[in-house]
């Protein structure tokens, strides 16, 4: 009785290893009955019991379309039967997607991050006011707090400022300007507490969740 126990590191390799390899088997035995009215009948069985494992996607548009695709993916397209939606081509499946073009709007300050950008693209075209002055500031700040936090180290406010000329394409210029940031330590000291608060919420859920119920 030992020999014949059977390893999985011994068996074929599942095609999709969610459906488990009984499904696996009832499609290998679809695959090689003779007539092409015994493997339909048997093709909608083996749906029949996909579409049981998944309950909750009964009611998605496409379901049957994509346990049919998925049907033939797990026959290694093998399977000659009549099905009621296109049948997927193997070359389709391999086909490498197009690559995505990510927005690389200042590659040269990605620890800014794209928002900063669009807020000076913003405040750009704001007309001059203290309202407008109020935004700059607000948005240096960040820059100095996303600046800090890369770089783990104290940064000069005319770093700052000179990368707001830069961003902005000249239009806002602070350099040289008597205007003082938020120094490192509020920074550092504000990141902290706002650590410390999330994890402080954290741990008071986690002991919540835990809690016995009666």
Known sequence: ???????NSERPKLIIPEY????????????????????????????????NMNPHLRDVPDFQHKLWDQLFIISDFKLDVDSPF?????????????SLNYPQNFPKYRFYGNNIKRMIDVANNWEESEM???????????????????????????????HLFELSNGKINYKGSSEKLLDTQTIL??????????????????????????
């Open 86 to 98: 296109p049948i997927p081509k193997r070359e389709e499946l391999l086909e490498r997607p197009d």
């Open 189 to 214: 000291k504000n990141k902290k507490a706002s650590s410390n608060k999330k994890n402080h919420k954290n741990h008071k859920n986690n002991k919540n969740r835990n809690r016995k119920k009666y």
């Open 20 to 51: 488990g390899r009984h499904i696996q088997k009832m499609v290998d035995d679809a695959i090689k009955r003779e007539t092409k009215e015994e493997r339909n009948k048997i093709a909608h069985s083996i749906i029949n019991v996909m579409g």
């Open 132 to 162: 407008k002055n109020a935004l700059i500031l607000t948005i240096a700040n960040h820059m100095k707090k996303c600046f800090i936090n890369w770089n783990k180290d104290t940064v000069e406010d005319e770093v700052i400022f000179n």
């Open 1 to 7: 009785m030992v020999e014949n126990i059977e390893y």
